[in-house]
């Protein structure tokens, strides 16, 4: 018998009286201002929130940021800020190693943990999540930056879908690290900055 | 062979008293962060209840949501992958990376790849396996085991990281700097990185309903290690399983928060089959653990989701440290699951617990740690495990409490001999309760002639 079939057989062997699955219908927090409490919950775990109206504003908020000024390799997927890599021509993700700097679309916010919800269906290379130094995401928001943050996770998942092979994944902050005496290290693996831009349309 | 036992092993952790201490207070430290962030949230216990409850019922179908996800999984291009035991899955890994002739190996955090202990098992095949979580890392350079299953190095003082830095990574000797120390391990992880021939992770959740699996870091450093080289081996417990995506709504609410007091973690991330061009291998390891399902007792330690609160609030884990447990999950969540693998050689675990139930009480699944713990120490009995030290003393008391003039004596006897006896009379080592602490003072009455006293006092007044 398989590895399989004896595990299988061996649980369906085992006397399990039957639970119900619960729902997830519950009273699920909600904030009256999603936009303030992202920003305070994004700042808390090390990245910065943005609401801008325009392209040359998110220059301009970029500008400020020291890492941006000074890098070498941008590699941008958003048409608001030109970066300088043709990302579309790289084959070999390993040559994205020394990317200082990526503007990165995402989908939405969450207000209760400061995530955004970012995927690799128009992204070649995942791997420029998690490689560049420093990182920003540019979240479209139809009118107020509040119609692109959620409550919470329960509504998180309302709109996503998982049919395909895909990745995808919650970014909150940036990447960091208490491993050492329980002292916080921003900067861990991946990007060391985080900056997140609403942009209102 | 006999395996040295909870106390003598705690009892090389607490001669260093000031060191004790010293991660008593870590990790009171993280308690209190998951605290702050449990009472953030008004809807917290309704999560737990629900966590609980949909940990209860996967576990109820375990089989067919099994394979519910093997072909969800299959269809979304992944590979699947059974394994009953350690060695299996040892294997399995084996001939995954021997097919692609992968000599060096980037992994982030698995309990179960330390439980199965794979990264000896490799080496000896002359493989070379990073462990790239840096908790981990720095006791793999330090050819330790983690002492927790979310703070790996919670154990080690920063001295002692930059000795060991130092020593393999050549940072400057006497900089004791969490963040140029996390700098230096930032760029010798790099080069492993980019030089990898295939990533490991380990598995928070797989989903039934879309064959898709979770991965939670904070670093980074499980989807760097899987989205540059083309192998992804991904080892899970059958345990790690949740019916559906939605549920994840609960548990990444749950685990962050009570993990290390954030909301989430920096990444939680979804993997739906392989990326484009690469290979996912997801092996569905039992090791025990479909066992362990039969046992009404013990069935509900498979809710757990390796957050390690119990650990962090545990009155004994804090003051013992994790090694002490001599358990890949050490804390009060490994104390009850190291002796339902063998009850013999881990069965001073249950013992190491004051029953005090603050584990139950932050578990974010609602385990109830501290009632499974007794269980075991009767089980343990019943096994005819316990040592002479411990039954012979039960004996004599049985035997006394049952008769009231003999307990009222001995009673007596014994507060008389705390007030008179000399310390060197009390404090030995037949005593274990004088060490390391006082006795309680003794009174001259009991309870009984105290109640005695009240209740003809009361009546001598109506």
Request: hydrophobic share 40%.
């Amino acid at each position: 018998m398989s590895s399989r079939d004896q595990i299988l057989n061996n649980i369906r062997n085992q006397i399990v009286a039957s639970v119900d699955h619960p729902g997830l219908a519950g009273e699920w927090i909600r904030y009256d201002d999603r936009v303030e409490h992202y920003a305070t919950v994004l700042a808390a775990v090390g990245g910065t929130a943005h609401v801008v109206d325009s392209a040359e504003q998110i220059l301009a908020e970029l500008n400020q940021v020291p890492a941006f000024a000074a890098a070498k390799k941008v590699v941008s997927l958003c048409g608001e800020v030109a970066g300088n890599v043709d990302f579309a021509q790289i084959d070999d993700p390993h040559k994205l190693e020394d990317v200082d700097f990526a503007i990165l679309p995402a989908q939405f916010a969450v207000a209760e943990n400061g995530a955004v919800w970012v995927d690799d269906a128009d992204v070649k290379h995942r791997v420029i999540y998690f490689i560049p130094q420093h990182l920003s995401f540019i979240v479209p928001a139809p009118q107020d930056a509040a119609d692109a943050i959620v409550d919470n996770m329960h509504q998180a998942y309302e709109r996503l879908s998982f049919g395909q092979p895909r990745f995808g994944t919650f970014v909150s902050g940036p990447s960091k690290t208490a491993d050492i005496e329980q002292s916080l290290v921003i900067g861990a693996h991946g990007a060391r900055s985080l900056n997140v831009f609403f942009l209102r349309q | 062979m006999k395996t040295a036992q909870h106390p003598e092993q705690a009892a090389e952790f607490v001669a260093n008293d000031a060191r004790a201490h010293w991660h008593d207070q870590a990790l009171w430290f993280v308690r209190e962060k998951r605290d702050r962030m449990a009472v953030s949230l008004p809807e917290w216990e309704q999560l737990r209840d629900t966590a609980s409850q949909i940990k209860l019922h996967t576990v109820s179908r375990m089989a067919d949501y099994l394979e519910e996800f093997e072909r969800n999984a299959t269809k979304l291009g992944a590979v699947v992958h059974w394994a009953k035991d350690a060695q299996e899955h040892n294997e399995i890994v084996l001939s995954l990376l021997k097919k692609i002739d992968a000599k060096r190996i980037v992994k982030s955090k698995s309990m179960l790849t330390e439980e199965c202990h794979l990264n000896p098992f490799l080496e000896e095949q002359g493989i070379e396996v990073v462990d790239t979580d840096l908790g981990e890392r720095i006791v793999q350079l330090r050819k330790e085991a983690p002492s927790h299953i979310v703070l790996p190095a919670i154990h080690i003082k920063k001295e002692e990281v930059s000795e060991t830095f130092h020593e393999h990574l050549q940072t400057e000797a006497g900089n004791n700097d969490p963040n140029y120390l996390t700098e230096a391990a930032r760029n010798h992880l790099r080069e492993k990185f980019v030089a990898a021939d295939a990533g490991i992770t380990g598995v928070n959740f797989a989903i039934a309903e879309t064959g898709g699996l979770v991965v939670c870091t904070n670093e980074g450093n499980a989807d760097l290690g899987v989205s540059l080289p083309k192998l992804h081996i991904a080892c899970m417990g059958i345990e790690k399983l949740v019916p559906k995506a939605a549920d994840l709504s609960v548990f990444l609410r749950l685990l962050a928060r009570s993990a290390t007091g954030q909301p989430i973690t920096t990444y939680s991330s979804h993997f739906h089959g392989p990326r484009p061009g690469g290979e996912l291998h997801i092996i569905l390891v039992d090791n025990g653990r479909s066992n362990l399902m039969g046992s009404s007792q013990f069935r509900n330690s498979l809710k757990c989701i390796r957050c390690g609160a119990c650990m962090n609030t545990c009155p004994v884990y804090r003051r013992s440290g994790g090694h002490s447990y001599g358990t890949t999950v050490p804390g009060p969540i490994g104390s009850i699951l190291a002796p339902s693998r063998d009850s013999k050689q881990h069965k001073s675990l249950p013992f190491a617990c004051t029953l005090c139930g603050s584990c139950t009480d932050v578990c974010p699944v609602k385990i109830d740690l501290h009632h499974e713990l007794l269980e075991w120490r009767g089980e343990i009995r019943k096994r005819g495990q316990l040592p002479i030290s411990k039954t012979l003393p039960m004996k004599f008391t049985s035997w006394m409490m049952q008769s009231p003039w003999l307990f009222g004596v001995v009673g007596a006897i014994g507060r008389w001999c705390l007030r008179h006896f000399p310390r060197w009379a009390i404090y030995h080592g037949l005593n274990p309760w004088g060490k390391q602490r006082e006795m309680p003072e003794s009174p001259k009455q009991s309870f009984r002639e105290l109640y005695q006293i009240h209740e003809s006092k009361k009546a001598s007044d109506e």
